[in-house]
Structures are given as C-alpha cells and as structure tokens.
C-alpha cells in the first residue's frame, strides 16, 4: 500500500468513524482497559484526547472501567463509552450494565473481539459475546468485521458505523421507551489489528461543555417557581430533575383531591417529587438517596411514620418518584392491594409492588384544598420525631467565668464533646453537614446509608447512590465517575463517598489512577467496624449461630487501610473524634483522600 493510503488498515478507519461520530453526538468522555484486539479503538481514543475532543480515562480492571463510566453518565446524564477487549475482559463489565439498565443510567458499552470464524473453535481469548448483556440493554449490535479502508471518510462501511452510533446514543438516552441504560456494540476485528490513523479524523479541537449540574444556587439549572397547584411534574431520575413547564406535551395524570395521599422518593426521584408534595400539600417520604429531602413537607423519622395505624395505616394513595430501597415499612405500603399507587415512570425499572400500581408519564395535583388534617397529623409527628445530632454549643458564660469550678466543668464538657467517640449516626450527620450544593455525595450500599435514611434532616444537595441493585461492587470507580464529570470545565466543589469497610475493599482496585491523568477532589469516608454488622439488623441474625454469622457473613477484615492509601498514592487521614472528624471534611486535601474513621462493632 503507498501513497495517500499508506499504513492505513479497515480496523482503525471503522474505529475513527465510530468515534468520531460518537463525539459529533455529545460523548465527550471514553473509558479504556487496554487490550490487544482493541487497540485500534483505543488510539484512535488517545487521537480525540490529544485534540481536545474527549476526556480519556485509563483504567487496567475492567469492571473499574464500567463504574467509572457509569459514575460519568450518573452525573452528567450523557452516555460514557467504555473500550475493552475480548473475552472475560468483556464479561467484566456486566455489573456496571445491570446497575445502569436497573437505574436507567445511560452507558456505551464498546467490545472488541475476534472475528466470527474464530468463535466456538477453541480459538484464544475468544467467548460467545453477542448475547453477553441481552437481558439488561437497550440495543444490541454485533458488527460486520471491518473490511474496507475509507479514502475520505464517505465509503458505505464508514456511513453505516456513523448510523450505529446514532442509534447508540439514542437507545442509550431511552428514545421511544424513556427507559435509558446500557448499549452493547460488539467490534469485531481481523488482522492487522491498527494502522495509521485517516486524515478525515483531523476534526479540529473541541471545547469541553460544562458539567451538567445540580438545581441549586451555585451552578445550573434552577428550579422553577412551584404554583400552589396544577403543576406538571414527571420523573426521569438524575440530579437535576425539576418539573416540566405546564405547556409540556406529556398528557399528566390529574391527581384529585380526597384520598389521603403521600408521595414516597426513592433513589434519583430528583426535585420533582418534593415540588408535587408542596403543589398537592402532601406529605414527602424522601429517602436519603432521592435527591428529594429537603422543604417544608418532608417527614423526619418516616419509617415509625409508616408503621403507625393512625399514619401509614391511613394512607390510600401514594404517589412514587424513583426506585423505593432502603426501608422494608415503606414497601410494605406500596404493597398493599388497597393503596392506590401511582408510579412516575423514570429511566429505571419499572415500579409495580401490589401488582396494581398505574404507571404514569407525568402527574398533576388538582386545584383545590390541602387536607389540613391529614397534613398536620403528619407534620407534628414529623417534628416531633427530628433528630438533633448537632454538637452542643460552648457554655459561653461557663468559659468566661471567674469561678474556678464554673470555667472547668464548663471546659470539662467541652473536651468531653471534642473527645466523644463517633458512632455511626455522628458520622453521617457529619458528611451531610459538610456537603454543600456544589459538592457531590455518593452513598455506598452499606450499613451507614440506612443510618443516614433514619437520623438525617432534609438538605438540597445532589446525591448517588448505586440502588438499582444496591450491590456493594464499583462504589469508588463510580464515584470517580461523578468526581470527573462534575468538576469538568473548573468547576468546584469534593466528590464525597461514604462507604462501608467492605464496600471499599471491595472495589479497592478503584483507586488506581495512571500517572498522566489529572485526579479529581475526591474523599472515600471509610466507616470501619471490621466486617459486615449489616447483617445484625437482618433476620439471619436470630438464627445463625455466632460461628457461622463471624465465618460467612460478618467477614471480618484487619487491613491497614494506611498502607494501602500509601500504595495507591492518596492522601490518609485517620479521625476518631468528631472535632477531628469535621476538620477532615471541611478541609479537605487537594486531589484524592481517605478518611478513615474507627467504629465499634
């Protein structure tokens, strides 16, 4: 080959033109493991990095890979692409795609892999992969291998990969079914595997778009004035949800007055749900994770709430943004034959526990009269059931006085405040105190979430949670994932993730970073207690014995998280003190932290 064609081969020209339209759609961040029969995929990446055109995350663990990239799509609500190569490398990234179709979080998912005369003849590195994700994507493709090289960019097989990334991009955002998540295009390659790059892939540089933030003051989209009444809200999930215009063309359900009603957020309901409890005059039963905890109709202490005859027994509609997890009264409810429930259908599952819950696109509280009785039962239990978890103030006048035995107890008890122990509670009132609007707050699946759901008061702040699955797997990786889409362009604030021991050792090969790439404001909060005490609150603890609960259940761990910070390269600080403690969040160190604070079992 000479000339103009030069060291070209098909690989890397269907490679540039996948990616390259890729971009021309709004993916601006690529996720890469590094393997063979990817590398045409993944220089033609390294290309778009050098011009500007994409953010390039390098990671070797490909089940690090799909968190990371969907951590990306969690935050920015765009689809990252994830490149790896065949074999197991591909089925590495199943959890990330459960997690992402569950969550409707979308997610490119790019495999190489071997020609199709080489599947099923025991040829190396080669499995059946078309199929690998069926189950759980929005669109599959298993390609035509690349045989073509493309003068100019405008042969067939370029034109045909440019309308597979269109189709990508869409079933990825949910077009036609409004349910996003996980995309899966299998690339198979021949021999040679990459060449050099087309000229037509020289598109000139390409100015990164700002992070899609959070409805708060400090950066993007604000959310709307709510009326009194007759606003239009619909779910979709993500951190910043706000309701529609009332000039929408989603036909709303209209919610009439009467039925003693609630509406229950779940995971990534988002400000919709709090907007439709203040328009309907409802009360708000927002968990932790719903981006859905704050105003004026927000029930503290929801779980007894539910629980009581006179309160939860009462309840006959329930209207529900997001994906409900975290508390078993709150399922009990959606249960129930004889409470209407009315699902907002988000980018997650479907939701339908009694086996009678109408789906809706959109929902509207009808003018009228808020249930003042039904209202006020709620609020004054709710009050009455807020937990104050803030430090006592100095005694002032103790500290100042001159009476010896005045200005010692007084300083007695203000060492004895510095002093205390943290206990879980302590802990996440301190992570949500810290956590601001322009910062991000990831929630491991863990024991400290449910601590967070019961004793936490409300607070607009964006929030993650991977409770899709709830699973423990790929909670740094996504939280390196939100860290980097949030903070794109310059943009402040920490990425704080609060996990548990072992979600943390679980995923601890998240916190490899290569030299090259610039790492994110980013604290893991590790709450060690030595094992898994979440099973305590479960059943199997009145009928394991203590043997078996220690051997398979609590799997006690004694790593020395210091020495693996000190490996990775982060920055450790250890607290035991709650003075210690929000010193370490309020003044975080540059770059990547461990925060490791001791709790007792």
Known sequence: MTGHHAGRVPATDAAAAL??????????????????????????????????????????????????????????????????????????????????????????????????????????????????????????????????IDPDGTGEQSAMLRRVAEEAVAAALGAGTRQAGPVHLNLPYRDPLAGALPDWLGMPAVELPAPVAGPDEAGGEPVPEIEPSGALYQ??????????????????????????????????????????????????????VSGSRFGRNLVHGYRRLLGDPQLGGRIERAVVFGHPTLSREAVVVLSRPEVKVFAVRGPGEPLNLNGATIAVDAVRAAAGETDRDWFGAWMRASRAAAVDLA??????????????????????????????????????????????????????????????DEVLGGKKVPVHANRGLAGIDGTIATGMGIALASQAAGAAGVTRVLTGDLAFLHDVGALLLPPGEKPPRLQVIVGNDGGGTIFDGLEVAQVATPDAMERVLYTPQTVAIEHIAAAYGWTYTPVSTRAALDQALTSPAPGRQIVEVALAR
């Open 19 to 148: 990616l390259g339209r890729l971009v021309e759609l709004g993916v601006r961040h690529v996720v890469v493991s590094p393997g063979s029969r990817s590398q045409a995929l993944a220089l033609v990446a390294a290309q778009l990095e050098a011009r500007g055109a994409i953010s390039l995350h390098v990671r070797i663990d490909e089940r690090v890979a799909g968190f990371t990239a969907l951590g990306l799509g969690r935050e920015s609500r765009l689809p990252a692409a994830v490149i790896c190569t065949s074999g197991t490398a591909a089925a590495n990234l199943l959890p990330a795609a459960l997690e992402a179709h569950h969550a409707g979080v979308p997610l490119l998912l790019l495999t190489a892999d071997r020609p199709p005369e080489l599947r099923g003849v025991g040829a190396n590195q080669t499995t059946r992969q078309p199929g690998m994700f069926a189950p759980s994507i929005r669109l599959e493709e298993d390609l035509p291998v690349p045989e073509e």
């Open 391 to 452: 430090p006592p103030a100095p005694d002032a006048e103790g500290l100042a006085s001159a009476v010896p035995h005045e200005r010692l107890g007084a300083i007695a008890a203000e060492l004895a405040v510095a002093r205390a122990p943290i206990e879980r509670v302590t802990l996440v009132d301190a992570v949500w105190r810290a956590t601001w609007p322009h910062d991000r707050l990831l929630f491991a699946s863990s024991r400290l979430v449910r601590a967070a």
């Open 235 to 288: 779910g979709g999930g993500g951190i910043g949800e706000s309701n529609l215009p009332a000039d929408s063309d989603v036909d709303p359900h209209v919610l009439e007055r009467g039925p003693r009603t609630v509406v229950i957020a779940g995971a990534d309901a988002g400000a919709a749900a709090e907007a439709l409890a203040h328009a309907g005059g409802w009360p708000l039963i927002a968990e932790i």
